[in-house]
Structure formats: C-alpha cells, structure tokens
C-alpha cells in the first residue's frame, strides 16, 4: 500500500506508460494498419515472433498494457485518498478549532502562528474594538470573501475570510474525472463493438452483433474539380431489424444515424471490381459495354468483352492487381476475339489512355502497342464502408470530460485566498489589527494583492 | 545671463577642505547666495564635492568674479584657486550633465549622485533661489543623466562587494521584499551588508553571533530579529540568503547543515555569501542544486570587472552629453535672441523596465 | 506570387528583424531596442494577420471549405503556430515587462515560419470529407494556441538555464543582471505551463469527441493520438514533481523541455507514422 501511496511510484509508471505508448507508435498495429503488420512479418520473421510474443502490434490491446491503465487508475484513487497536497493553510490560528480548550492554547500562541503564514501585515486602528471588529468583518465581505469561523474571548477577535475555496477541490474532480474516463474506457473495451460492414450500392447485409440489416440503396461521391480527392461522400441507409425498418438516414462522415446507441458511421468507400458499364473509344465511335457481356463491334470481325476492373492498378509480381479499393488508377481487362478465335487480353487505363498492357497466359504483363482505342469512363458499383459502433461507456466518457474541465479550471484558473484577522484593543481605546494570508497564488503576484488589500483595508478602519 | 559654475571635488580638492565645505549648512549657504546678489543659483553639497550653479547676477557684473569671491567669503581664505574650478557658458553646462551622468563622480556612473542632484535642484526651487533657466537647466540635467544611464553601460554592475551581493541576490530572487536573510557574525562587514540589504527592504534579518550581546546591538540598528548561535542549522531552512563574516577559525556552515535543509526548502534557491578570511562556508557546498555560494574573491572579481566595463562606456557617454549640451546653448542662444524654441523629447525617458521592476 | 504569400514572406522578415533585435537588445542595454522590437513584432503580427485573412479567402473559394479555417495543410499549421507563439508572446510581454526574453522566445517562431515558406506548399487544397466539421475551427486552434504556450515555456526555460549557469560559474556576465531571476523565471516556466495544460488536454479531449463524431470511437491509439496522450503525460509528470515533489529550478526545467520535444515530435514527427492526421494524407 505505501508503495501505492508514493507519487513518485505513480509517476513512474506514468514515464512508463508514456514510455509503451511511443514504442507503440513506431511498430504498426494491427488494429490500425494490418497490412503494414503483415509486411513487417514478411521482412524480419524472427523480429516479428519475439515482438508479436509481447503482443506488441497490437500493442494497446495486450492485457498488460491495459493492467497499467487499470493500476495507474487504482494508484491515482490511492494517491488522492492518502496524499494531501502540501497546504500551508493547514497551520491553525485559533478561529478555526471548535474546540473551547483548543482555542485558548491557540490563542495563547496567536503570534507564533501568524508568524508562520506567508504573508503578514498589521495596522492601528483610531476605531474602537467593536467596532473595528464589524468594520474589518463587512470590509472582507464587501471584497468578495466570506467571513467564518468567527471567534471571540475576553483577550480580543478573530475570523477567517476565504475565496474561492472551490479551487481546493479541483485536484480531486480532476482526478476523478480521469478514472471515470477510464472506467468507460473498460466499459467500452468489455461491452462495446466496432463493426466493418461494407456495402454494395443497392445490396443488403445482415450485422454480425445485432440481428439487423443494413441496405445502402444509393452511394453517392464528389470529388474535387479535377482530382480523385473526395470533396463529400453519403450513402442512403436503411437500418432493419426482421421486416421492421428501425431507422434511415442520408449518412456522411461526421454525420452518423443512431439507433439506441448503436451508431452508424459513414467511414469509407471504395470499388471492389464490378461496374455497371465501360465506354470505349473505338477510331471516334463509342461503344459502351457491361461487364461480362460480350459485343460484336459493329462494321468489324471483332466481338470485345469487359470482364475485371482494378480501382487502383498496380503490378504486383508481374501480375495485375490493385493497390487500394480507390479509384485512383481505373483500369479495365478486355478479352478481344477475331471471329471467335481469341486474342490475349488487353488492359486499358481511364487516366493514361496512350499506355496498353498485354497480359500473357500466365498471368504476366507486357507492354504493348498504343491500341487504335482508347478508355473512355468507367462506371463502377461502389459500396459504402459503414462502420457500426457501440460504446455503453460513452455516458461515462462525457461525464468524465465534462469534469476533467470542471476540475483544471478550477484548480488551476482560480486562486484560494485566506486572511486570517486578530483583533486586540489596544491603548487609548485604539484597537491592534493583525492580518495573515495565504493563496494557491504564486507569491508575487498575491504579494500585489495582498499589499493592496491591506492598504485598502487601512484606510477604510481609520475612516471615522 | 551667463551660466557660471565654480566648486571643488574630490579631483581637486583635499578632504579636509571637501569636509569643511561639507559641513556648512544649507540655510546658511542660501541666505548668503541672496545676500550676494546672485539669483537663479542652485548648489550642490555631497561628501565628494561642493558647488554652485548660477546665471543670474546683479546688472555689469562678472560672472566667474563674484563666485569666486562668494567661495572666498564662505569658509575665510584658507582655500587657494587650485583647489577650485570655474567653467562659465556651454563648459558648464558640460560640466552639470557630466556630474549628473556620474561621469565625474569618484565610482563613475554611480547613481547616488543624480539624487543628489534631484534633491538639491528642488531644495533651492522651494526655496526660491532658482529662476526660468535654472529650471529648465536642472530638469534637462536630470533627463540626460537619466538617459546616458538607460542607454550606456556606464551604470551597469554595481562597484562595491556588498552592492554586487545584493544585486546577485537579485538576480536569484527577483524582488527582495520577500527574502529572508541569515547573517552569521555582527563585525564591520555584517553591518555594511545589512545596512545595504535594508535598502532593498528584505522583511526578516536574523543575526546569529557567537556572542549574542553583539547580535542585539546590531539587530537593534536595523529592526532584525536575533537567532541563537546553535539554531543556525535549523534556520537555512527557512532563509533565502546567508551570509556569513565570523572571525572562526573554523567553517560554521557546513555541507551538512545545509544538505539537511535542503529536503524542507521545496527547490527554493539558497545564496550564501563568504567573506570571512579563514572562510565561514565549506566550499563543497556550492555544488549543490539550488545553492549558489560566491566567495569574496568572487565578489571582488565581479567588481573589478563591472569598472572595467563602466571605463569602456565613458566615450559613448560624453557622446550623448556632447550633443545634450549642443542643444542646451542652442536653446540659451535662442532665447538670449528673444525666440522661444523647445526640446524635442521633454518627457522623461522610460527607465529599463527590468531595473525599475527590481526597485 | 499572390498576396497572400507575398504578405507571409513581409511577416517572416519582420519576425526575423524582431528576433535580431532582440539579440541586439540582449548584447545592448538600451530600451530602444526593445521598443523597436516590439513594434516590429506588433507590425509582423499585423502582416501575419492580413496573410492569414487572404488564405482564408482563397480557402473559401472552395464551397465545402466553406466557414473552416484553412490548417489542413503543413503550410497553414505551420503559420498559425508562429502567428499564435508571437501572439502568445506579445501577450505575456506586455504583462509581464519580459521583452529580454524575445530572444529566447521569438526565434521558434520565426522558424516555424520559415519552414512554412520555405519547405511546404502553400498550395490550398479542399477538406477531406472528415474535416468538414466545425470542429477543425476548434480542436486544432485550441491544441496549437497551448503548443504555442509551451513555445514560449521552453523559451524561458533556455533562459532559466543560461541564468542558473552564469550565477553558479561565480562570474556572470552583464546579461545576468538584464535576465529576470531565477525564481521569477522558474515561477513563468511554471504558470504558463499551468495555463497551458489545461488547454492542451481539453484540445486532446476536443479531439476525441470529433473522432467519436467522425470515426466511432473516442481514442483509437493513432499515433497522433498517442503522442499527444505522451505530451500529456509528461507535463502533468512535470505538475506533480513540482507541485508535490517540490522538484524546480533546473531539473525542472529539464522536465518541461521533454515535454515541449514530446510536442514538436507531435505537431511534425507524427506525420511520418499517422495515417489518420497527417497533413499529407487524405485525412
């Protein structure tokens, strides 16, 4: 338990989980970038088993990394219930006792603890004691503090005045706040679900966590003039659950459809190798075809078909294939027959229309001739990546949030303030006032304050 | 309406004679400055120097005459022309910005003197001894001393041990008003560095002495509180400074005492200064975190090296007063011709703001 | 060159004349310098302002950039940093009476914007479908705005050490009696990292309520996300030592300058590792 209590042991392991998390950011992680992690295991196998042994590509997910979220979550409850924060107000002048007894020793030592605040100040005033005493009292009420722990005793008066003694507490709503985030964190990691569900334009699939269906019966995307930069993509959803429609909504990023707390995220699109049709340029007449439908060019013995789209062309081990489900690099592989007799096949790019590659038997690519036709546009079947989230801890999250704000404004936008004030007739009817104070705020800066109070305080008790 | 000075200083005069002319009191300097027929007239009495401005005499008289004659008349015959100086017109105007810029002070650059200036210019206004040039001459004179301070170096670094660990001190605290200070012995020196953290108005002096007796009359001197000599240990806790300037034979601070301290000081900084000989301080200390001891010879060190740079300012110095005092004849010139002409920048120069927050 | 780049490369000039000044003002005690100073920075502030008002102008040339505030690239980013680091600056200046600091400070500045003319494009691209949210006016301001702060932190901090060494050599030169003091440097280096922690959590938090919007979830470990969890932590490591431990002075100083390496590695290092916040992916 000491060893808990102990803010250096806290602090350790927060270098030690800052320390993980950075490892963390250099490896790539399963669950952001799998394929990054496949390529690392294909570069250094033995690298891979001993890393992948402490878990670490999937690094925030091990249950070690999440104990020491769970300890320093334990360790902070701890810290906050046994450390006090040093607090030099603690140092008691005799208002602060209820204790009779208590007071009088305090009293009899009055000198040595205001001796020990951090600032101190005393006047004379020409008023009488009584009404010194209420004088002092309403000048601390009218500066905004309220006056308690009034005490009184044959020897003289004294109270306290405070400010702002909410501050006292932000440490501790702050730190509250941090388990409540971690605790929905945990609720979130126990309960919750992410789902990738990809969906063909004007298809339907079932969830795997909840028995709905999800249809996407149009896809629609716009890109900036020019580019293959989306500038907006949105799906029209329909959420069933059985025959029951249970909700529907024109989705797109940052704008999801909510259903009971399971939300539905526009998260990405993509073409996946099917097209309503392609239109190619042959010697100035257009020919548009659909895939997998075979077409005789007219006035020719030939008869073309389209039949395999690659959104994003790339050539991988001398083998067609595509980089990414974005349409970056359309192209589209022709099988041409003369008079039934086929040709080998022929891919033809919509951004590069001069550029023809020839694929051989097995699979491998050639350059080509610049054919006399060309690509003109593609029209693919796109399907809308709708991710499916449910987090029962979001309610926890918020709260936690709300009061993370609470507690670091206060704590560190707001200062305590505390006066402790002695009163003691003096001769002549006089009356001996002596102040202490403390702050939560740095020395110089209350030392203006202080010095202007006081100084205000002055004249205001020798006004008759 | 010539402007005449004539005084003495410590350039050209013994000290007994300086004291002599320090010792006359200022009523009795102005009765006889009125008696004398000179108005518009301001003098300056410091340890250092005594002299006398003026620019306004009775109809036909000589200037330079009547102020030699008037110093004659004030302490008897026994000061002969060596002991003194007279510049009239543009040379003296020369003369008061070099004096009120420090310049031809004995520590040069020192501030004390442009107080001293301030002080006696109003002294005389109250008393009605200055007229419009007088005036304008003085508020001028403490512009420019103002001025070559904020823009040459020529004040930088203070010239005295005790000053340096001041500033030191300041430079580690900021604003003193809130140190503490723990000065172990209660000889000569100990009082030369209260007296100089006094002006810096530290709240809390503790003064520990192996014989408390000296301890008490030194604490009664300047309002500091007396520590037994065995609880100094105890008290590094809580002070910010320390010096120390015992005639032990041995060290009364050791690394010790003062790594004990250090757990309750939360990483406030410690300055402690040694200028006892056998030293006061074990020397290790100074490799702790947060504690900064200088030696004397480290003061000693710091001092000859700020004259040495207050020396290299003098030529930019007399640059500023070179051109102040073109503009000041100008001005005389113009208004002996009847025209009315203004200083650019009347107001007063902003002072560093650094320097003005330590104050 | 547009306007607005040519406005940029008058503000850069300015700032560079500033940071000279400053260091003139260091080696020379004259006000004048540091009256000159501070206008000049006050004219490049200015400069910097009407760049910033023409890129938002060829930014909302692009209907769906419409209303956000054009920080999605490295140039953009970039420039505001140094706008809010001298923004930030002149503030505290001003109340604090601290211009022999522009030295320390304004030099970060100037080179964060130096990089931007100098390095990246200050070409105006449309948002990603991602950061077409209100939030981009929020989330990233709020999180440079406290970046900035730490600037100016780390700033005093370089400047606590140069004055720490020269007071514990035993010969300290006139510049140690033209810095502030120790302890007033070490108590800035404290208050505005106080300012600024709260700032740049509540940036983080900001940060996951618009993942939460965007993506599904509050946090996904992204390694943007990570090291501003990192940056985090080491200040609030450097709140504790010091409020708890009583760790100051130089060790501290120590402390706050991991933290602002942790932030400069967020705001430009991280780009190489994220794929979701770079200023070079698609977003």
């Known amino acids: 338990m000491k060893l808990f209590r102990s803010i250096r042991f806290n602090i350790i392991l927060g270098a030690l989980i800052a320390l993980l998390s950075a490892v963390g950011t250099f490896l790539p992680q399963t669950s952001t970038s799998p394929d990054k992690v496949e390529f690392y295991r294909l570069l250094h196998p033995l690298g891979f088993k001993i890393l992948n042994f402490f878990g670490a590509f999937n690094l925030y997910q091990t249950w070690w990394f999440m104990g020491l979220l769970g300890l320093m979550a334990f360790d902070i409850i701890i810290c906050k219930l046994w450390n006090k924060p040093p607090d030099i107000s603690a140092t008691a002048l005799p208002p602060e006792n209820t204790n009779e007894e208590e007071i009088e020793k305090h009293w009899s030592q009055r000198e040595e603890a205001l001796r020990l605040k951090p600032f101190q100040s005393s006047m004379d005033s020409s008023l009488a004691f009584d009404e010194a005493f209420t004088k002092a009292r309403a000048f601390f009420e009218r500066a905004g503090y309220a006056v308690h722990d009034e005490f009184h005793s044959p020897a003289g008066a004294a109270f306290l005045a405070t400010k702002h003694r909410l501050q006292r507490w932000g440490s501790y709503i702050a730190h509250i706040a941090l388990v409540v985030i971690l605790i929905g964190a945990f609720i979130n990691a126990l309960y919750g679900f992410v789902e990738m569900a990809p969906v063909m334009e004007g298809t339907t699939v079932a969830m795997k966590r909840r028995p709905w269906t999800l249809s996407v019966d149009k896809f629609t995307v716009h890109f900036y003039h020019g580019t293959f930069q989306p500038s907006l993509f949105s799906s029209v959803l329909r959420v069933k659950a059985g025959d029951k429609l249970i909700g529907a909504k024109t989705i797109r990023v940052n704008h999801p459809l909510d259903i009971h707390g399971v939300r539905f995220y526009q998260a990405s699109w993509g073409a996946a190798g099917m097209f309503r049709s392609v239109t190619l340029n042959l010697a100035g007449s257009f020919l548009t075809l659909r895939q997998r439908v075979p077409k005789k060019v007219p006035g020719s013995p030939f008869s073309v078909e389209a039949d395999v789209l690659m959104p994003d062309f790339t050539v991988a081990n001398g083998h067609a294939d595509t980089a990414s489900l974005d349409l970056k690099n359309p192209a589209v592989r022709f099988l041409f027959s003369i008079e039934g007799k086929p040709t080998p096949p022929l891919w033809l790019f919509a951004l590069y229309p001069k550029v023809c590659l020839k694929e051989n038997p097995d699979g491998t690519l050639l350059h080509a001739e610049a054919p006399p036709f060309s690509l003109v546009s593609v029209d693919p079947v796109l399907f809308s990546g709708i991710q499916v989230a449910y987090d029962p801890g979001y309610p926890w999250v918020v709260t936690g949030v709300l009061l993370w704000v609470l507690g670091l404004v206060l704590l560190f936008y707001f200062h305590r303030r505390r006066f402790w004030a002695l009163l003691e007739p003096g001769q002549n009817g006089k009356t001996k006032i002596s102040i202490g104070a403390w702050s939560s705020r740095g020395g110089r800066d209350f030392e203006k304050e202080f010095n202007r109070l006081t100084g205000e305080m002055k004249s205001h008790l020798d006004f008759k | 309406m010539q402007i005449v000075v004539a005084g003495l200083s410590h350039k050209t005069a013994e000290l007994a004679l300086r004291e002599k002319f320090a010792l006359l009191a200022r009523s009795e300097v102005a009765r006889k400055i009125k008696a004398a027929q000179v108005s518009d007239a301001v003098f300056l009495s410091t340890c250092n120097r005594f002299e006398i401005y003026a620019c306004g005499f009775s109809n036909g008289a000589d200037g330079p005459d009547v102020l030699l004659r008037f110093f004659e008349d004030l302490i008897g015959k026994n000061s002969s022309k060596e002991d003194l100086y007279l510049y009239s017109g543009s040379e003296a105007v020369a003369h008061l910005l070099k004096v009120a810029s420090g310049l031809d002070s004995l520590v040069v650059g020192e501030t004390e003197i442009l107080g001293q200036v301030k002080e006696s210019y109003e002294w005389a206004k109250n008393e009605g001894l200055t007229g419009k040039i007088g005036n304008i001459l003085f508020q001028r004179a403490l512009y420019v001393g103002k001025k070559v301070r904020s823009e040459t170096g ?100 050791t690394k010790e005492m003062v790594e004990k301290s250090l757990k309750n000081r939360r990483g406030r900084s410690l300055f402690m200064v040694d200028i006892a000989m056998p030293r006061d301080i074990e020397e290790e200390i100074h490799s702790l975190e947060h504690v900064y001891l200088y030696r004397l010879e480290d003061l000693e060190h710091i001092v000859a090296k700020n004259l040495e740079g207050r020396a290299a300012e003098i030529s930019k110095a007399k640059e500023i007063i070179e051109s102040k005092t073109g503009e000041i004849s100008e001005w005389l010139k113009a208004l002996k011709e009847g025209r009315e002409v203004s200083f650019k920048h009347s107001s007063r120069p902003k002072m560093p703001r650094t320097e003005s927050a330590r104050k | 060159m547009s306007p607005e780049l040519m406005l940029t490369k008058a503000t850069l000039a300015a700032y560079l004349g500033a940071v000279t000044l400053s260091f003139v003002y260091l080696a020379y005690k004259d006000e004048k310098w ?204 450097y709140l504790h030592m010091r409020y708890m431990m009583g760790l100051r002075g130089k060790k501290a100083v120590y402390v706050s300058m991991l933290g602002f390496a942790c932030v400069v590695f967020t705001f430009a290092g991280v780009n190489f590792l994220s794929e979701l916040h770079g200023y070079l992916s698609k977003g």
Request: with cysteine.
């Open chain 2, 154 to 253: 020529i004040s930088v670094g203070q010239t005295s041990v005790a000053s340096v660990a001041v500033e030191l001190a300041q430079s580690i605290f900021g604003n003193l008003s809130e140190s503490s200070v723990l000065v172990l012995g209660a000889g000569q020196m100990a009082e030369i560095m209260i007296r100089h953290l006094a002006t810096q108005k530290a709240p809390k002096i503790l003064i520990s002495n192996r014989t408390r007796e000296r301890a008490e009359a030194l604490a009664r001197n300047f309002k500091a509180a007396v520590l037994p000599w065995e609880n100094r240990g105890e008290a590094l806790q809580e002070v910010d400074i320390v010096l120390s300037s015992t005639g032990s034979p041995e060290p009364v601070v």
């Open chain 3, 34 to 237: 540091n009256r000159w100073m501070l206008n000049l920075l006050g004219v490049g502030i200015a400069l910097h302002l009407a760049a910033f008002g023409f890129r938002i102008h060829s930014f909302w040339q692009i209907p769906e950039n419409r209303y956000f505030l054009p920080i999605n690239t490295f140039f953009g980013a970039l420039s505001y940093l140094a706008l809010a680091v001298c923004g930030a600056f002149f503030v505290i200046e001003s109340r604090h009476r601290l211009g022999i600091l522009g030295a320390f400070v304004l030099p970060w500045a100037s080179l964060s914007l130096g990089i931007a003319v100098c390095a990246a494009s200050p070409e105006i691209s449309g948002l990603a479908p991602a950061l077409q949210s209100y939030w981009i006016n929020i989330h990233p301001m709020v999180l440079m705005t406290s970046y900035a702060a730490f600037g100016n932190a780390f700033g005093v901090g370089v400047a606590l050490l140069v004055q720490e060494h020269q007071i514990k050599s035993r010969k300290p030169i006139a510049l140690c009696y033209r810095l502030p003091s120790i302890e007033e440097l070490d108590n800035l280096n404290y208050r505005i990292i106080v300012m600024a922690f709260p700032i740049l959590t509540i940036g983080i938090i900001m940060g996951g309520v618009w993942a939460e919007n965007a993506w599904g979830r509050f946090w996904g470990w992204d390694p943007k996300e990570t090291w501003a969890l990192i940056t985090a932590l080491v200040y609030a490591g």
